[in-house]
């Protein structure tokens, strides 16, 4: 029999609860003003997001996206994403995010990335904070291009929630010892499934929830490009 890991882990989603903004909303506005793919190829990202924000939201829409995304360069993609994270995304992570993940690091907890973002835009912040492991959608390539497809599905909502659950399993932690910190009501399922749910700048249907059941509830402001600015 598998003896269970008694470590405290720390799953973070990324989008809004780490970052101020969303990972891939900076990364494709640097690709289309770098040239690389044109606008309206995204575009149907903006009626995903409204029907997000109203609360239905359309869980394939990044499988859908991406198969508008093929023939891309792998390497043009990584550099680009290099380029992000140090533009936009590093200075844009939440300072209290930030303490919690170091003071996490700092007492040898383990902690990790869940999001439905890509793994070129994690990569980078997984180094920055000096871990690694995480769970993300990934692009699919072949012959260093993009095939319009995903390796496997995206990890959105409740397909978050699965994958995360085959990892617990599969590294034997018990979700009792997890704490999973998140914004977003399609979190909701991992929320649950997870011992101490943390509701981060949670939206409205996220925070209702979580004043019902008593979780935890985070509100971070500042960021580290307002500290760098000074």
Same mark, same amino acid.
């Given at each position: 029999?598998?003896?269970?890991?008694?470590?405290?882990?720390?799953?973070?989603?990324?989008?809004?609860?780490?970052?101020?903004?969303?990972?891939?909303?900076?990364?494709?506005?640097?690709?289309?003003?770098?040239?690389?793919?044109?606008? @309206? *190829?995204?575009?149907?990202?903006?009626? &995903?997001?409204?029907?997000?924000? !109203?609360?239905?939201? =359309? $869980?394939?829409?990044?499988?859908?996206?991406?198969?508008?995304?093929?023939?891309?360069?792998?390497?043009?993609?990584?550099?680009?994403?290099?380029?992000?994270?140090?533009?936009?995304?590093?200075?844009?992570?939440?300072?209290?995010?930030?303490?919690?993940?170091?003071?996490?690091?700092?007492?040898?907890?383990?902690?990790?990335?869940?999001?439905?973002?890509?793994?070129?835009?994690?990569?980078?912040?997984?180094?920055?904070?000096?871990?690694?492991?995480?769970?993300?959608?990934?692009?699919?390539?072949?012959?260093?291009?993009?095939?319009?497809?995903?390796?496997?599905? @995206? *990890?959105?909502?409740?397909?978050?929630? &699965?994958?995360?659950?085959?990892? !617990?399993?599969?590294? =034997? $932690?018990?979700?009792?010892?997890?704490?999973?910190?998140?914004?977003?009501?399609?979190?909701?399922?991992?929320?649950?499934?997870?011992?101490?749910?943390?509701?981060?700048?949670?939206?409205?249907?996220?925070?209702?929830?979580?004043?019902?059941?008593?979780?935890?509830?985070?509100?971070?402001?500042?960021?580290?490009?307002?500290?760098?600015?000074?």
């Amino acid at each position: 029999m598998k003896t269970e890991t008694k470590t405290p882990v720390h799953i973070f989603d990324v989008d809004l609860t780490v970052i101020r903004r969303t990972t891939a909303k900076y990364f494709l506005f640097l690709f289309i003003r770098l040239g690389y793919i044109r606008f @309206s *190829l995204v575009s149907c990202l903006l009626f &995903d997001w409204i029907k997000y924000k !109203l609360g239905f939201p =359309n $869980i394939d829409f990044i499988e859908n996206a991406v198969k508008k995304m093929s023939g891309l360069k792998k390497t043009d993609i990584d550099r680009v994403s290099e380029i992000c994270f140090e533009k936009k995304i590093k200075p844009n992570i939440f300072l209290g995010a930030e303490q919690l993940i170091r003071e996490a690091v700092k007492r040898e907890e383990l902690v990790i990335f869940a999001t439905s973002s890509f793994d070129f835009l994690i990569r980078p912040l997984e180094r920055y904070f000096g871990i690694e492991g995480s769970l993300s959608s990934q692009m699919e390539y072949s012959d260093g291009l993009t095939t319009g497809n995903l390796v496997g599905y @995206s *990890l959105f909502g409740s397909k978050k929630k &699965d994958a995360v659950q085959i990892w !617990l399993e599969q590294n =034997n $932690i018990c979700p009792q010892d997890v704490s999973f910190y998140s914004d977003s009501y399609t979190d909701i399922p991992l929320l649950e499934y997870c011992g101490n749910p943390v509701a981060v700048n949670p939206d409205r249907i996220l925070k209702r929830k979580a004043k019902k059941y008593g979780w935890k509830i985070l509100k971070f402001k500042d960021v580290l490009g307002s500290v760098i600015a000074t």
